[in-house]
């Protein structure tokens, strides 16, 4: 079970953070990641992180602006997202995907929208 917040409408040039808690998972042995879909857009894949390295995924596409991290203790992920631009106005969703295989699982998104 995922649950994003954060999301909201802020000025382009503004910041969000993104936090997706997990439950009933054995949290610290997933990656965990966002994508995100913008209407009328493919689903894009924006961060991930492993479960045990730190290692980390970023789109080319927000490179230098948005930066993920995750608190074990707190079975929690974090996308911090700065220097908002128009184009990243979508619904951003949280996924746990098991380092060992399996299914994945789904939050039911957050909706960013930034102005220009």
């Known amino acids: 079970h995922l649950v994003e917040s954060g999301g909201g409408l802020v000025h382009a040039g503004g910041s969000l953070r993104l936090s997706c808690a997990a439950s009933?998972?054995?949290?610290?042995?997933?990656?965990m990641g966002w994508f995100r879909q913008a209407p009328g857009k493919e689903r894009e894949e924006v961060s991930c992180?492993?479960?045990?390295?730190?290692?980390?995924y970023y789109a080319d596409s927000v490179k230098g602006r948005f930066t993920i991290s995750r608190d074990n203790a707190k079975n929690t992920v974090y996308l911090q997202m700065n220097s908002l631009k128009p184009e990243d106005t979508a619904i951003y969703y949280c996924?746990?995907?098991?380092?060992?295989?399996?299914?994945?699982?789904w939050g039911q998104g957050t909706q960013v929208t930034v102005s220009s």
């Open positions: 996924y746990a995907d098991p380092a060992a295989g399996g299914e994945a699982f």
């Open positions: 992180i492993d479960s045990n390295y730190g290692r980390t």
């Open positions: 009933g998972l054995s949290f610290e042995h997933y990656y």
